[in-house]
Each structure stands twice: as structure tokens, then as C-alpha cells.
């Protein structure tokens, strides 16, 4: 076998020195397999303990990104701050304007004057991923979507969200507006803690409207265990985002993925990266990153129309209790309609039946039937009655009138005797009668 030397030195090296070359090579080459196995096939990825704050996984997580509808989920924290804080309410009626109602994408289908009500346009935001519901709220609260894009920008600024920039209010494609899978995790966060409620509408599966049937996009519901919000997005220059948010017993993980190449990937990818973070919570690994290359993506597909056929299985279970509250409503009406036959039907049988008895028994009867009719007559007198009493009670009081000035006339007539008896001229003495006497003659 020939021999090799290195220009400028006198030792010889055997020819072996190529197979450890190769030997090296497939060991870099094995290293970098695992690497790229510990990666998720999304641009960025990243993954938190809820409670904790502990940041479990990330890859590429400051890559910056449009956030496509996520945008929504900064949109719906600023209006529930803004109802906690009493400047709006759930039950405020919102009249749709026509920006609102012919914003295009994904909508609830609002149509231009009709009036809707904060908590519903809520629910389609979070629901049907609606535009026009994004626009219609922040017209309302903030008085224009501009106004309302400035409170959105200012929440992320107090946020942390060093890296995001929002630049409409329902994330439909516009130059600059961009986030990172970093940013977007600290935002979850924070809005699951400050309004747990918000988790009714993220986890709803569907609404009506307008009789319009929209279904949540969400490819977790369903299909991952203790999976119950948050919101997906896309647009042509992200690719596939979605933010999403499983609780299995006291633990809740927050989880981001951007960029993914369809929706199937998008809900595969994000199925993995939470179930390794509960492996590695439970010790099954160091780290999440070195969990992911035990699971192979495959045992990780999502079935998209499993999410489907559950949200129309509650539209069609909904519209059952609608139809049975429906039905008794009709029997109610109906049983209330035969009870009413059925006393009339009694009554002429009786009717009939006193006509067939024995004039003794229909004399008897008569007279109860005419005694109940007195009684009805004296419980509810009719209008010619009460005039009558009323003149009756007129006339009653015309004659004690009378009555009570003869008394006082007769009354007063000895005091009036009295009185003159009193006034008359004391008798005359003998000597002024004797001088009177004399006066005549």
C-alpha cells in the first residue's frame, strides 16, 4: 500500500487516514441529524410555563413575522380593559358602520346598521376571526380604528413586546406590522392572567349570525387533550401562525408557532412541542429539546375535519334543544287549547243535562245557576249599577244636608229668645209707672 507524506515533514502516515475522515464525517453528519430532529418545521416556535414563567422551548423565537390574525388576541385585551375598567360594557350596543361591515377576509358577516352587542362581536373576533367585528370594537371603544391601533401598540410597549408593531387592528396585511413568536408568548401570557374569562370565547366552536354558521379554525380543540384557546392566523407572507394554550391538571403551557407551511403542519407542530413539554415536565427529559427527536411527527397528525365535525356536531345539537324548547312551547299551547275545549264541551253537556232532568231538579238548578250569577254581579257590578249607586248615594247625602240645617235652624231659635229676653228693658218701678200715668193725663 502506498504511502502518504505532508509536504515539509518527514513522517509518513499509512492510507488509513481516509477512512477516519470518513468515520468523522458520518459522526458530524450523525450530530447534525439529532440537531435538526430537535427543530420543529416552522420558522419559529416558543413554548411557557404559565405559571411559572419558565420559558420551556425556542427556536428562531425573535424572528420577526407578521402576526396575521393573532393581532386579534392584543385587540380583544384592549376592549376587556377597557370593560374592567367601566369605560364600556359587555352588553353595550355597537350600531355597525360601513367600514365595518365591507372590511373583506375572514368576517362574521356584520351588515352595515344593524346593532350588535360588545360580548358578540368579542365572539366573533375570537370565534369567526372576524375583521369586521375587530373594526366595529375598536370603532367603539376608541372612537377609530386609528385611535384604537395606538392603545394596541401602547399595550404591547407596556408589555414588553419590544420586537412588535401593529399597524391595523385585525392584522390583514400592511407593511411594517410584524411580531416574533417570543413577543407573542409574553402576550398570551399575560392576557390569559389578566382576563381568564376570555377563555369562553377562544374556546367556543362555533356562532350564527345573520344566519351565517362560522366555525373556530382552532385544530387543537379536539384534538389535544386540555387544549381550550387560543387563535390562529394567517396571511401569504407569515404562512400558517397559531398561539395555543393546554391545561392537563394544575399545569397550563402556553405554546407559539409561526410560519408553518399549511394548516395540518401548523397543528401537527404544535401538538408535538406541547406534549414534549409535558414529557419534560414529568422527567421523561432534561429539556424539551431533547424529548422532540423521540416523537416523530407523524404519530402527531391532526385531523382538521375531527375539528370541523365537532363544531357542526354542536351546531346540530344546538339547533335540537332549539327545536324541543320549540316543541314544548307548541304543546304548552296546544294542551292550554284542549283544556279550553274541554270545559266548554263539560259545560254544554251539563247545559244538556239539566235540560233531560226532572222539573224539580231544573227548577234547582236554576235557581243555583241564578244565585252564581247574583254573586258575579255583586263581585263585578256593571256600569249601570254603580251610576245607580252613585245617585243613590247622591241623593242620601242631599237629605242628611237638608236634614242637619233644619236642626241648626231650630237650634239657634231659643238662643236668639235668650238673647232678646236679655236686651228687653228691666220693669218698671212703681214711681216711674205712677209718673207715666200722670204724663197720660
Known amino acids: ?12 502516515f499509512p492510507g488509513q ?68 375598567a ?41 370565534v369567526s376571526s ?9 370603532e367603539h371603544i376608541a372612537g377609530s380604528t386609528d385611535r384604537f391601533v ?17 399597524r391595523n387592528v385585525n392584522g390583514l396585511p400592511a407593511a411594517g406590522q410584524k411580531t416574533t413568536a417570543r413577543d407573542m408568548g409574553k402576550l398570551a401570557v399575560s392576557y390569559l392572567t389578566a382576563h381568564p374569562q376570555a377563555l369562553r370565547y377562544h374556546s367556543t366552536r362555533f356562532i350564527r349570525h345573520n344566519k351565517v354558521i362560522t366555525t373556530n379554525k382552532n385544530p387543537m380543540l379536539g384534538n389535544c387533550e386540555g387544549a381550550d384557546g387560543l387563535k390562529t392566523g394567517w ?39 406541547i406534549d414534549a413539554g409535558y414529557r419534560s415536565l414529568r422527567g421523561e427529559g432534561p429539556s424539551v429539546a431533547a424529548v422532540l427527536p423521540r416523537l416523530s411527527p407523524a404519530d402527531y397528525r391532526i385531523d382538521l375535519h375531527k375539528t370541523n365535525s365537532l363544531a357542526y356536531a354542536e351546531v346540530s345539537k344546538h339547533k335540537k334543544k332549539i327545536a324541543a324548547r320549540k316543541g314544548k312551547l307548541r304543546a304548552g299551547k296546544t294542551g292550554s287549547k284542549q283544556h279550553a275545549s274541554a270545559q266548554v264541551s263539560k259545560s254544554s253537556k251539563s247545559s244538556k243535562a239539566v235540560k ?13 245557576v241564578a ?7 255583586k263581585a263585578v257590578p256593571s256600569n249601570k249599577s254603580v251610576r245607580a249607586t252613585k245617585v243613590q248615594q247622591a241623593r242620601k247625602a242631599a237629605v242628611a244636608r237638608k236634614t242637619e240645617t233644619k236642626t241648626t235652624v231650630k237650634r239657634s231659635k231659643p238662643a236668639t229668645a235668650a238673647s232678646t229676653k236679655k236686651t228687653a228693658a228691666p220693669p218698671r218701678t212703681p214711681v216711674q209707672r205712677a209718673e207715666r200715668t200722670d204724663k197720660r193725663g
Open 150 to 166: 395606538q392603545l394596541m401598540n401602547a399595550k404591547a410597549r407596556a408589555l414588553g413586546m419590544t420586537e412588535t408593531t401593529f
Open 1 to 12: 500500500m502506498a504511502h502518504q507524506s505532508i509536504p515539509g515533514h518527514g513522517k509518513r
Open 17 to 84: 487516514l481516509g477512512i477516519v475522515l470518513l468515520v468523522l464525517t458520518f459522526v458530524v453528519a450523525s450530530v447534525c441529524g439529532a440537531h435538526a430532529s430537535e427543530r420543529l418545521n416552522v420558522v419559529s416556535a416558543f413554548l411557557i410555563d404559565q405559571n411559572s414563567r419558565r420559558v420551556l422551548f425556542e427556536q428562531n423565537a425573535d424572528a420577526q413575522i407578521p402576526p396575521a390574525s393573532l393581532t386579534k388576541v392584543i385587540s380583544m385585551y384592549v376592549a376587556l380593559d377597557h370593560i374592567r
Open 130 to 138: 372576524g375583521n369586521d367585528a375587530s373594526v366595529a370594537v375598536a
Open 371 to 377: 244565585t252564581v250569577r247574583r254573586e258575579k254581579a
Open 235 to 273: 396571511v401569504c407572507a407569515s404562512g400558517y401562525n397559531l398561539i395555543s394554550t393546554v391545561k392537563r391538571g394544575n399545569t397550563r403551557l402556553v405554546a407559539v408557532v409561526l410560519g408553518a407551511e399549511n394548516s395540518q403542519v401548523r397543528g401537527q407542530e404544535m401538538n408535538r412541542l
Open 86 to 126: 367601566g369605560k364600556a360594557s359587555l352588553a353595550d350596543k355597537v350600531k355597525i358602520s360601513a367600514r365595518a361591515a365591507r372590511t373583506g377576509g375572514s368576517r362574521m358577516f356584520l351588515t352595515r346598521g344593524e346593532t350588535v352587542s360588545l360580548d358578540e362581536l368579542l365572539m366573533g373576533m375570537a
Open 356 to 368: 233531560g232532568k226532572s222539573p224539580d231538579k231544573s227548577a234547582a238548578t236554576s235557581k243555583a
